[in-house]
């Protein structure tokens, strides 16, 4: 049998993920990535700098272009409309064909438009691809009020995007704080204020109804039911993403919300995998959700899924949760389990810095007093420690002698262990001294 | 402060400080023309600079929350290589070439006394060490100018961020008064003494001079007294022993970015151009043999220097020391490169130029900084999201995010450890700090997260 034909949709972290390491571990497969957004892979995550002036187009990519012939993986930019799943082809809108032994599916997502009457008018717009990117510099140009509809990450960061530019903002969210399904109260509230610091409107509660056109075919304002008629020239639609999968639903792929895979990522079609924003597990990984839209996730089942393709079957098994955002300002970083509402027999301890900026919460078990999950604003803690701390299933106290260890702050910067400490030990009734850093411990 | 005052700031303090410095750098090119001023107006000149710098920066970013401040950076013409970079860049090296070649042109005299620009310096010179100023002075007074003023807007800048803050100001003191106060009263009170190098940082080989026949006699002179003798053993000490260990401990950057005057000007006044700098595996490879010729060109030039100073020689398998070996290192490296490509080309190029590319100084702290030092950029496991904010924003020219989508260490020659990836990073992915060499390079790095995943981080 000749080298395997290895055909990648998507070159996005997940596809392109997948075909690095594919090629790290095999020098023979063909590999071939398609993609019809860009022909190189670009970091999706750097489009906000793109647009504020910070970086430039060409930064956004991680790999210099010619990295991609030097290690043979075959670019195609191009649009899959349909897969033969029978004859292991793929069908592409300009009407050529290519056949696979191996078909990876990494479609990513699209923006969640809920059939909001003038949803499509011009100056209407989400924020994921980079043709989202040039049309929001297009759209953009000139104007002094926009409004952003849905408060999750992409929200706030088109928030800030705007920002740079001056445009005014009025940022409608619908529950009853920001990012009010993740963020527990004091860290919503923190964030909140930084937001509005910002000069950015928040209307909480309140729900976009109807985007309204100017005599031109473009958005003139947008009508809310509890703040009335909003004039503004541009309208961002941040309301979370969806599964990028409409021209499979009616194929033989087995799909629900996602392409519904199992934990090999193999979906029900023999030959052919999904990964990342577009694949939904059948049973969820053991405490994870059954869709986990960021880009570490895309990263390490790329990881996963170039072992299982190179021979050796590989589960996918993520290991404690992690990730991280900044708000503006204020970076935020999250390990372990912390959720929105306090469960059922957890406890929690949150500090939080007198100027209104800096805040960590921890989580943990309330009778055993197990850690399990942490929340920073502010402050940077070290992934590696915390990702050990939780697997081995270190106390809450074990944690808070060890915080200076755990801190990734820059150097000469202040540390904030004592003062958490004090305020620790008075909330439980502890004595609990905090330890000087100590690099064997880090590194044992 | 309210914001009502915060924006008043930005709307008046950023064009009156323009305005001031505007004036500063109008009445330096009146006497830059030959026009003869009156002294007053020289103090007028300095305190115009200086102070407009100042308030420039503080009233560009007071009124701002505090946080990374790179908007539109790439939008504007001075920071993207438009017109006005290429008006600066070629003010600033018409400036250097007149300084090295044609100080004549800035009113330097064979006989008789000075005239323009230099002359008009001369109030200050004769005030700080008694004596008419020389083209150096000048240059030396306008460069402290810059990285006081301009250090004070990093600062501004920068004010969340402590490591920023003392670096700066760390900088700042060792060039206003190692480098330009106390070099400059001592000329004054040890007027007997022959010239020597009295800035106790500016070490072999940086400092190219130091060995010739000329220093070290000047050193070792009667007249250099005791003081002469201390200044010859800290030259020597500074370079085999100081600069090894301290770099050993921290890294090189307690040098490039902490104390050296060609760091304290690119960190200063050359922070606005910081992400020019060419990211390409190309110019690193150009920079490995560039950096590395250079280190190699001065010892050689040093090394036949010194058979010429103890073997009495003025020439070297025939040919004349001064004519073959001194001159063209000075006109080449000490001037062409160091100063007319390394600053003035700032606005094209980016702010370390030198640096990167030239510096011998640098490339004997990198090669100690690369096989044998604790210093280290260390990743944060798997939470890099490869924005490209830190490559973007190295001034070395490092692909920062390169390592760091990798879960890999930065253990780097050529980094200066300026922090400034650290600080741009969204992430928090990115800590300079100094540990154990164990565990410093990570080779095969484990992108956490994942139970069972291990990289090869060898090839792709
Ligand atoms: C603005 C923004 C900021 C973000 N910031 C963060 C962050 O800070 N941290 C984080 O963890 N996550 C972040 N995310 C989410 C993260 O970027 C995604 O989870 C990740 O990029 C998904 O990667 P993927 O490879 O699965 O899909 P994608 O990157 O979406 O790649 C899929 C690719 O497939 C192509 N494709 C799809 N269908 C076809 C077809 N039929 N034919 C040809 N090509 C096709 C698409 O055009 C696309 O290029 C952010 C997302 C956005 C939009
Ligand atoms: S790697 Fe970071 S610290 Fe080193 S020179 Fe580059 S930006 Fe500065
Ligand atoms: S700035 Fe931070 S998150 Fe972005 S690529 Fe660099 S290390 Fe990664």
């Given at each position: 049998m000749g080298a395997k034909r290895i055909v990648i949709i998507g070159n996005g972290i997940s596809g392109i993920t997948t075909a690095r390491n594919v090629r790290k571990r095999n020098a023979e497969a063909q590999i071939v990535v398609v993609s019809s957004e860009t022909k190189y892979f670009f970091s999706r995550t750097a489009l906000m700098y793109a647009y504020m002036g910070h970086m430039k187009k060409e930064h956004m990519k991680p790999y210099e272009d010619g990295f991609w012939a030097k290690n043979r993986i075959e670019l195609c930019f191009a649009h899959v409309n349909s897969i033969d799943f029978e004859e292991q082809k793929l069908n592409f809108s300009n009407g050529k064909q290519t056949n696979y032994d191996k078909l990876v599916l990494a479609l990513g997502s699209t923006p969640n438009k809920f059939g909001w009457p003038g949803q499509d008018l011009k100056g209407v717009q989400g924020l994921y691809s980079f043709n989202d990117l040039e049309s929001m510099e297009e759209n953009t140009v000139g104007i002094k009020k926009a409004v952003i509809v849905g408060g999750g990450l992409i929200g706030v960061e088109m928030a800030e995007m705007l920002r740079s530019r001056k445009i005014e903002v009025d940022f409608l969210v619908r529950e009853k704080r920001f990012w009010g399904n993740v963020l527990p109260i004091e860290e919503g509230k923190l964030i909140q204020r930084h937001i509005n610091e910002h000069h950015v409107n928040l209307l909480l509660e309140t729900n976009l109804e109807e985007i309204i056109s100017d005599e031109n075919g473009r958005v003139r304002a947008v009508k809310t039911d509890t703040h009335g008629e909003i004039e503004c020239q541009f309208v961002g639609l941040t309301a979370g993403v969806s599964p990028n999968i409409k021209f499979l639903k009616d194929s033989e792929l087995e799909t629900d919300r996602g392409i519904l895979v199992n934990e090999f990522l193999e979906t029900n079609q023999p030959n052919v995998y999904a990964l990342g924003d577009c694949a939904q597990f059948k049973t969820a990984p053991k405490g994870r959700r059954n869709i986990e839209q960021v880009w570490y996730t895309g990263r390490m089942m790329g990881e996963v899924l170039a072992k299982t393709l190179t021979g050796s079957k590989t589960e996918y098994k993520p290991g404690n949760w992690f990730n991280s955002a900044k708000f503006f300002d204020i970076e935020y970083q999250t390990y372990g389990t912390v959720t929105a509402n306090l469960e059922e027999g957890h406890s929690q301890f949150y500090w939080e810095h007198n100027n209104g900026k800096i805040g960590i919460k921890f989580v943990f078990d309330s009778d055993s007093r197990r850690f399990i999950g942490i929340n920073t604003f502010g402050v940077r803690m070290r992934h590696e420690l915390f990702d050990k701390w939780l697997t081995q299933g270190q106390s809450i106290d074990f944690i808070m002698e060890h915080l200076e260890d755990a801190n990734f702050d820059p150097e000469l910067y202040k540390s904030y262990g004592t003062e958490i400490l004090k305020s620790y030990n008075s909330e439980f009734n502890k004595n609990i001294k905090i330890k000087k850093k100590s690099w064997s411990r880090i590194f044992s | 402060m309210s914001l009502a005052s915060n924006q008043n700031l930005n709307t008046l303090g950023v064009p009156i400080g323009l305005g001031l410095s505007f004036v500063g750098l109008v009445i330096l090119a009146l006497s830059w023309m030959g026009i003869a001023l009156p002294s007053i107006l020289l103090w007028v000149c300095l305190v115009a600079l200086l102070f407009g710098m100042m308030v420039f920066g503080v009233s560009t970013y007071a009124g701002e929350t505090e946080g990374i401040k790179n908007n539109g950076i790439w939008h504007k013409s001075l920071t993207n290589k438009g017109m006005l970079a290429w008006v600066s860049g070629v003010v600033i090296t018409g400036f250097y070439v007149e300084l090295y070649w044609f100080p004549e042109l800035l009113g330097l005299s064979a006989e008789g006394a000075n005239t323009g620009l230099i002359a008009?310096?001369?109030?200050?010179?004769?005030?700080?060490?008694?004596?008419?100023?020389?083209?150096?002075?000048?240059?030396?007074?306008?460069?402290?100018?810059?990285?006081?003023?301009?250090?004070?807007?990093?600062?501004?800048?920068?004010?969340?961020?402590?490591?920023?803050?003392?670096?700066?100001?760390?900088?700042?003191?060792?060039?206003?008064?190692?480098?330009?106060?106390?070099?400059?009263?001592?000329?004054?009170?040890?007027?007997?003494?022959?010239?020597?190098?009295?800035?106790?940082?500016?070490?072999?080989?940086?400092?190219?001079?130091?060995?010739?026949?000329?220093?070290?006699?000047?050193?070792?002179?009667?007249?250099?007294?005791?003081?002469?003798?201390?200044?010859?053993?800290?030259?020597?000490?500074?370079?085999?022993?100081?600069?090894?260990?301290?770099?050993?401990?921290?890294?090189?950057?307690?040098?490039?970015?902490?104390?050296?005057?060609?760091?304290?000007?690119?960190?200063?006044?050359?922070?606005?151009?910081?992400?020019?700098?060419?990211?390409?595996?190309?110019?690193?490879?150009?920079?490995?043999?560039?950096?590395?010729?250079?280190?190699?060109?001065?010892?050689?030039?040093?090394?036949?220097?010194?058979?010429?100073?103890?073997?009495?020689?003025?020439?070297?398998?025939?040919?004349?020391?001064?004519?073959?070996?001194?001159?063209?290192?000075?006109?080449?490296?000490?001037?062409?490169?160091?100063?007319?490509?390394?600053?003035?080309?700032?606005?094209?190029?980016?702010?370390?130029?030198?640096?990167?590319?030239?510096?011998?100084?640098?490339?004997?702290?990198?090669?100690?900084?690369?096989?044998?030092?604790?210093?280290?950029?260390?990743?944060?496991?798997?939470?890099?999201?490869?924005?490209?904010?830190?490559?973007?924003?190295?001034?070395?020219?490092?692909?920062?995010?390169?390592?760091?989508?990798?879960?890999?260490?930065?253990?780097?020659?050529?980094?200066?450890?300026?922090?400034?990836?650290?600080?741009?990073?969204?992430?928090?992915?990115?800590?300079?700090?100094?540990?154990?060499?164990?565990?410093?390079?990570?080779d095969n790095p484990i992108l956490i997260g994942h139970e069972q995943t291990k990289l090869n981080s060898d090839v792709i």
């Open positions: - | 008009f310096f001369d109030p200050l010179s004769f005030a700080l060490k008694g004596s008419a100023a020389s083209q150096w002075f000048v240059y030396g007074t306008l460069y402290t100018i810059a990285i006081v003023g301009l250090g004070v807007k990093f600062i501004v800048k920068y004010r969340h961020n402590r490591y920023q803050f003392w670096r700066t100001l760390s900088v700042m003191v060792a060039q206003l008064f190692l480098a330009y106060f106390i070099p400059e009263i001592m000329e004054g009170m040890y007027q007997e003494q022959p010239y020597f190098a009295k800035d106790l940082k500016y070490f072999w080989p940086l400092n190219y001079y130091f060995f010739e026949d000329w220093h070290i006699n000047n050193m070792t002179s009667e007249a250099g007294g005791s003081m002469g003798m201390f200044y010859l053993v800290w030259g020597i000490v500074g370079f085999t022993t100081l600069t090894p260990i301290i770099t050993y401990f921290v890294g090189k950057r307690w040098y490039c970015s902490w104390v050296c005057g060609c760091g304290g000007l690119a960190e200063t006044a050359g922070d606005p151009f910081r992400h020019l700098s060419d990211k390409s595996i190309k110019s690193w490879k150009l920079e490995r043999w560039l950096i590395h010729g250079v280190l190699l060109y001065i010892v050689v030039v040093t090394a036949v220097v010194l058979y010429g100073y103890f073997s009495g020689q003025g020439s070297f398998m025939g040919m004349d020391i001064y004519t073959y070996f001194r001159k063209p290192y000075a006109f080449l490296i000490g001037a062409a490169f160091s100063g007319v490509v390394g600053v003035g080309f700032y606005p094209l190029l980016g702010n370390r130029v030198w640096c990167r590319f030239g510096c011998p100084m640098a490339a004997y702290m990198g090669i100690v900084q690369r096989f044998k030092s604790r210093f280290r950029i260390t990743t944060n496991g798997g939470q890099c999201i490869s924005c490209g904010n830190c490559s973007t924003y190295c001034e070395q020219g490092i692909d920062v995010r390169s390592y760091a989508q990798k879960g890999q260490n930065i253990v780097r020659a050529s980094c200066v450890g300026c922090g400034v990836c650290s600080a741009v990073c969204p992430r928090g992915v990115l800590k300079l700090e100094n540990g154990p060499e164990e565990n410093r390079v990570s």
